[in-house]
């Protein structure tokens, strides 16, 4: 699931728990990004969490909070984004999603 955030937030620990849960992680945007082929590896094949303050410092999550904050950190966020035109803020994360998915060093704009 968190591989499909565009902003995850993490407690005391984050995990990948798909392959524990016997689903598969079709959607693995993480490995275009730069991320460690074998940290991911590890989260997405042995499905057990990490410290999320591990997770932060690799870069597969945007912030560490206690576990009682996880979700009133998560929609204050949302709060803030949609202060923002709708409009704007799809557009906004379409080019994100085309800038991810470009050849590296070549972004196409549309």
Same mark, same amino acid.
């Given at each position: 699931?968190?591989? +499909?955030?565009?902003?995850?937030?993490?407690?005391?620990?984050?995990?990948?728990? *798909? #392959?524990?849960?016997?689903?598969?992680?079709?959607?693995?945007?993480?490995?275009? *990004?730069? =991320?460690? +082929?074998? @940290? =991911?590896? *590890? /989260? @997405?094949?042995?499905?057990?969490?990490?410290?999320? !303050? /591990?997770?932060?410092? &690799?870069?597969?999550?945007?912030?560490?909070?206690?576990? *009682?904050?996880?979700?009133?950190?998560? #929609? /204050?966020? &949302?709060? +803030?984004?949609? !202060?923002?035109?709708?409009?704007?803020?799809?557009?906004?994360? =379409?080019?994100?999603?085309?800038? @991810? &998915?470009?050849?590296? &060093?070549?972004?196409?704009?549309?």
């Amino acid at each position: 699931m968190a591989a +499909r955030c565009d902003i995850p937030i993490a407690g005391a620990l984050f995990g990948m728990p *798909e #392959v524990s849960r016997e689903t598969i992680e079709l959607t693995t945007p993480f490995a275009l *990004e730069g =991320l460690s +082929r074998v @940290f =991911l590896s *590890e /989260r @997405f094949y042995a499905g057990d969490p990490v410290a999320a !303050q /591990r997770a932060y410092e &690799a870069g597969l999550i945007n912030a560490v909070v206690p576990d *009682e904050d996880v979700m009133s950190t998560a #929609v /204050r966020m &949302a709060e +803030r984004s949609a !202060q923002h035109s709708p409009p704007t803020v799809r557009a906004t994360k =379409l080019n994100l999603l085309k800038t @991810f &998915a470009a050849p590296p &060093a070549v972004v196409v704009w549309e």
